[in-house]
């Protein structure tokens, strides 16, 4: 089984920058995606970014392009997401996840990520 254990979230005001890392461990697979998705109250959850094993190809929400930068090293098996100029509308939870191995394509649905962590609050104040 695969543990994800997000951290970096806090309280900022808006155009201020904070960075998340996502730390896996456990049964931690080759090759596969790693992404972000947040949940704000009353909404579902969306996509914000996602990245391949060898970091070659990311993918961002159209809400975070320019703003967001999400990177990977395998070596210490983590994940991040470095967020800048934030906004009061990326307040959320913010959780990271994984797919299965040997996954080269970056699909954005909830269902094709079978591995979650718990959950970071990111509150904006404007």
């Known amino acids: 089984q695969v543990q994800l254990v997000e951290s970096g979230g806090g309280l900022v005001q808006a155009g201020g920058s904070l960075r998340l890392s996502c730390a896996a461990s456990?049964?931690?697979?080759?090759?596969?995606?790693m992404g972000w998705f947040r949940q704000a109250p009353g909404k579902e959850r969306e996509f914000v970014a996602a990245?391949?094993?060898?970091?070659?190809?990311?993918r961002y929400a159209d809400s975070v392009k320019g703003r967001f930068t999400i990177s990977r090293d395998n070596a210490k098996n983590t994940v991040y997401l470095q967020m800048i100029s934030l906004k009061p509308e990326d307040t959320a939870v913010y959780y990271c996840?994984?797919?299965?191995?040997?996954?080269?394509?970056?699909?954005?649905?909830?269902?094709?990520?079978?591995?979650w962590g718990q959950g970071t609050q990111v509150t904006v104040s404007s």
């Open positions: 996840a994984a797919t299965g191995p040997n996954t080269r394509v970056i699909l954005t649905t909830t269902q094709r990520y079978p591995y």
């Open positions: 990245i391949t094993w060898s970091g070659s190809s990311t």
């Open positions: 456990g049964r931690t697979f080759s090759r596969n995606v």
